[in-house]
């Protein structure tokens, strides 16, 4: 259940980002709640994995998918470039959250 609670945690994460940015551009309330909202679920989340996972781990995976998940979402919805070496190094980021995943 806790590499649930890690993936849930990292989905947050990147709402919480992505709401960063649609505050930055349009300065509304509802902007803010879903950017609190998303960032609370997210640290909720990653402290629910935090009890059975290790720190190290747990960690890595959780700024692992908040990282990837933000810039994929900022090249699907915000027009970010989509040059093959940045789709290449988020490759690679998800892929060692994925071996974390297989040696834990």
Same mark, same amino acid.
Do not use: C
């Given at each position: 259940m806790a590499w649930v609670y890690l993936i849930l945690?990292?989905?947050?994460? *990147?709402?919480?980002?992505? *709401?960063?940015?649609?505050?930055?551009?349009?300065?509304?309330?509802?902007?803010?709640?879903?950017?609190?909202?998303?960032?609370?679920?997210?640290?909720?989340?990653?402290?629910?994995? *935090?009890?059975?996972?290790? *720190?190290?781990?747990?960690?890595a995976v959780w700024t692992g998918i908040g990282a990837s998940g933000g810039a994929i979402l900022g090249m699907v919805w915000y027009g970010e470039s989509k040059e093959w070496r940045r789709v290449l190094f988020i490759a690679v980021v998800l892929s060692a959250a994925i071996g974390l995943k297989l040696i834990s």
């Amino acid at each position: 259940m806790a590499w649930v609670y890690l993936i849930l945690a990292g989905i947050f994460e *990147m709402v919480g980002v992505a *709401m960063i940015n649609k505050l930055h551009r349009d300065r509304n309330w509802q902007a803010l709640v879903l950017l609190l909202a998303g960032f609370g679920a997210s640290f909720l989340f990653l402290a629910l994995a *935090m009890e059975t996972l290790p *720190m190290g781990t747990a960690y890595a995976v959780w700024t692992g998918i908040g990282a990837s998940g933000g810039a994929i979402l900022g090249m699907v919805w915000y027009g970010e470039s989509k040059e093959w070496r940045r789709v290449l190094f988020i490759a690679v980021v998800l892929s060692a959250a994925i071996g974390l995943k297989l040696i834990s």
